[in-house]
């Protein structure tokens, strides 16, 4: 899972710095660069609950094989989309392909985490996945400057593919999806919702959303307004990440001994002043120095809402707590471009840096409290004698 996992994401990373200028060469209009990006999200939004549901039920490894070898195929798309119509499809089918794929694999790493030990499974997942987003535009601005952008969409394509087998020959299916429907795990959407810690994570996943999507959505562009080039910002994205990649473990690990709401809340605090002066930067070294403080923040809250999902999940059903829980961050990716694409054609694209740090200070305030009160290192683990409803739960 950590190898399929690290392929997808090096190919995504691939085409991150790349996306806006290759829609841009078409003559996509800054509101067009916002819905062509929004449109993967889009379709993840729809259907990344309904394939976690899917997989409570059906199991994991065909849905997670069938993504991979979708995503593979989608990619190669990318060279003949001709115009941002063709372009905005594209994106949405490889949504679609996306939503079979890493929030499964998340449901297979959260049946995998053992009790009181969430965060830090998911936080050793979580630096194969990252640290392939991070090499990922790296390799991306290379092979752009030396080969073209259709070499970035082959990339990504055999790295797709490569997942896909790994999926197709080194994964078992856990041993409870091969028993009869009474023995497999029961998942309702209804009851998710109900547990107020749950709601208070989509609202803060959302978000948060918001402004990351708007960060990587234009930063590129904004880098490229004062001379760094393509190159420039895929070192730019590739150090954010893989200090966020890293820096899992031991955030991993201290949201399993310490408390997971103040963790969240001083990581988001050094995302809001990181975001904040973004757009007071004008060279490389001062935008670098920002995106690594911008990865840190992001490192510390994502071991610690990762492992409340899990902990939520295996209660009621972790394919289903899994897909809300990327279908939240894909509502705030589908409408984080199409607010900062019409900030940047309206007002100037700094706005859109400040924009994604109120957004994310908003997120925060908002979690902190909806679970205030709530001991969420403990939250699903009452004893079989003193089971309590969600509302007790909260």
Known sequence: MALSAFAVMMGMGIIAPLMPLYAESMGASGLWLGIIFSSYSLSRLIFVPLMGKISDKKGRKKIIGSGLLLYSIFSLAYVFATNEYLLTLVRFLQGFASAMTLPIIMAFIGDMSPKGQEGRFMGYFNVSRFLGMGMGPLLGGALNDSYGINSAFYA?????????????FFLQEEEVFLKSPKEKPQSSFKKLLQVKVMRGLLIFRFVSALGRGSILSFLAIYAFSFGITAFQVGIILTVNIVFLSFLQIPFGKMADKYSKLKIIMVGGAITVISLMLMPLTGNFYLLLLLNVLWGTGRAMGIPATTAINTIIGRKYGMGSAMGLFMAAMSAGMVVAPLISGL???????????YFAGFATLTGVMIFYFQVKGANLNTLA???SSQLPTPEVID
């Not at 990504?156 to 593919?161: I, W």
């Not at 900030?343 to 840096?353: A, D, R, S």
């Open 343 to 353: 900030l940047m054609q309206t007002i100037g694209i700094k706005f859109v840096f």
């Open 156 to 168: 990504l394509s055999a790295l797709s593919a490569l997942a896909f087998l790994f999926t197709l």
């Open 381 to 383: 683990y009452p004893t």
